[in-house]
């Protein structure tokens, strides 16, 4: 079963760039290893600072728990955030070319 988890925060503007920069090294390796069972987008929003991350992991395991690259990222994020994270559970009410087949 698929499990969609839903994580905004907001950073502090000093670290915007930063914590892409951390993102953008999950996305590589992520596109290095391959991982099964994830499909996984993080947006940057408008006002610049703010983040949204959706993931869903279908199965037992959960492939950041393996990622160097994600560790980094979430090693300091609590230095990084003014605001956040919030992670909700979401479920998919419907998808057009987007975390569906």
């Known amino acids: 079963m698929?499990?969609?988890k839903v994580i905004r925060y907001r950073t502090k503007a000093?670290?915007?760039d930063d914590n892409e920069r951390l993102i953008g090294g999950v996305f590589a390796e992520l596109a290095?290893?391959?991982p099964e069972g994830l499909r996984?987008?993080?947006f940057r929003l408008e006002d610049g600072v703010s983040?949204?991350?959706?993931?869903?992991?279908?199965?037992?395991?959960n492939p950041f728990q393996a990622s160097?690259?994600?560790a980094e990222f979430q090693?300091?994020?609590?230095n990084r955030i003014d605001e956040g994270p919030v992670a909700a559970d979401a479920s998919i009410v419907g998808?057009?070319?987007a975390f569906t087949d």
């Open 51 to 61: 983040f949204l991350h959706v993931a869903t992991i279908e199965g037992e395991v």
């Open 95 to 97: 998808s057009y070319r």
């Open 68 to 70: 160097r690259a994600f």
């Open 14 to 16: 000093e670290s915007a």
């Open 2 to 4: 698929a499990v969609t």
């Open 40 to 42: 996984y987008a993080a």
């Open 75 to 78: 090693s300091d994020i609590h």
């Open 32 to 34: 290095e290893e391959k």
